[in-house]
């Protein structure tokens, strides 16, 4: 992402904060926990990274299964929502992934962020580096598309439409990670008429 595309991303984020959740797309994408959890093996003696985290649509559900959630975000407009949602067990990272990060992690999970990340061996490679050994990998994006699910992509912060699950897969494969699969795992309904499916990768560091 360019020095320009981060900025009229930020401005972005900071005007869609106020009203995210109550977007047509984001309350479709609540529901996606109840399709990817089951996939897991969660238990209360974990720490999960939740990468893009937002105004908390995987945190807060996670965090009711885990012993402790980081809600890891760029956006200080996001995670304030988040915040104000005042859950004992979710702590908010406002920071870069590629700044390094302090803890190990049980489990990575992420939900429609990666496509806003221009080089992703290198974010594959930080989830890997900050995961214990045979820690937990679950990504969900968009499959390849023409660029019209977000329109205003620039203005977004898009640079990926989408990805080909496969050549997602061989890139976590390079960098270490293992036990990896991946399916469709749900499809948006978008006022464009259109349908747009979305794929979960799974694996283990």
């Not at 930020?10 to 479709?28: G, K, L, M, N, T």
């Not at 990817?36 to 985290?53: C, E, I, N, Y």
């Amino acid at each position: 992402m360019t020095d320009k595309t981060a900025t009229l991303a930020d401005a972005h984020f900071v005007r869609a904060a106020e009203r995210f959740e109550h977007s047509p797309i984001s309350q479709q994408l609540a529901a996606l926990t109840d399709q990817v959890f089951p996939l897991l093996s969660l238990s209360k003696a974990q720490h999960w990274l939740d990468f893009g985290a937002g105004t908390g649509a995987v945190s807060v559900p996670l965090a009711a299964q885990v012993q402790q959630v980081t809600a890891l975000d760029t956006s200080a407009a996001m995670l304030s929502k988040l915040i104000d949602k005042n859950i004992a067990n979710i702590a908010t990272l406002e920071q870069d992934i590629f700044c390094g990060l302090h803890d190990v992690y049980d489990g990575v999970i992420s939900s429609m962020a990666l496509h806003h990340v221009a080089d992703i061996e290198k974010l594959l490679t930080c989830m890997h580096q900050c995961l214990h050994q045979g820690g937990q990998l679950a990504l969900v994006d968009l499959y390849q598309e023409d660029g019209s699910f977000h329109g205003d992509n620039a203005g977004k912060g898009v640079v990926h439409f989408g990805f080909a699950p496969q050549q997602l897969l061989e890139i976590a494969q390079r960098v270490g990670f293992k036990d990896l699969s991946y399916r469709e795992i749900f499809n948006i309904e978008h006022k464009n008429g259109r349908r747009y499916p979305l794929f979960v990768l799974l694996g283990r560091a």
